[in-house]
Nanobody
């Protein structure tokens, strides 16, 4: 089993910043990739940013230049620093982790519970 604990969401005014965190724990042999997705009711869940074990990053066009994804590999923790937030960034943000787990070394994709980010005008 793998558990994800997200934190850092909240209410912020437009132009403000938030830092989301996601800590992965459990029977983890290796984390291949981690990412943040967001979901607005009535819309599809979309990728915000992702980072691989090789430190390769990918960002949605809508957040490019405003967000930075990073990992603390020793702590199995991922961060998303979000700056210059806009009302359209309002969504539930989900942590996603693609792992190899013990004892069978099988691939496992895990989703967090989500953390609400609300940006007021």
């Amino acid at each position: 089993q793998v558990q994800l604990v997200e934190s850092g969401g909240g209410l912020v005014q437009a132009g403000g910043s938030l830092r989301l965190s996601c800590v992965a724990s459990g029977s983890i042999f290796r984390i291949n990739a981690m990412g943040w997705y967001r979901h607005v009711p009535g819309q599809q869940r979309e990728l915000v940013a992702s980072i691989t074990s090789g430190r390769s990053t990918n960002y949605a066009d809508s957040v490019q230049g405003r967000c930075t994804i990073s990992r603390d590999y020793a702590k199995n923790t991922m961060y998303l620093q979000m700056n210059s937030l806009k009302p359209e960034d309002t969504a539930v943000y989900y942590c996603n982790v693609r792992t190899v787990v013990t004892p069978n070394y099988r691939d496992l994709e895990v989703w967090g519970q989500g953390t609400q980010v609300t940006v007021s005008p």
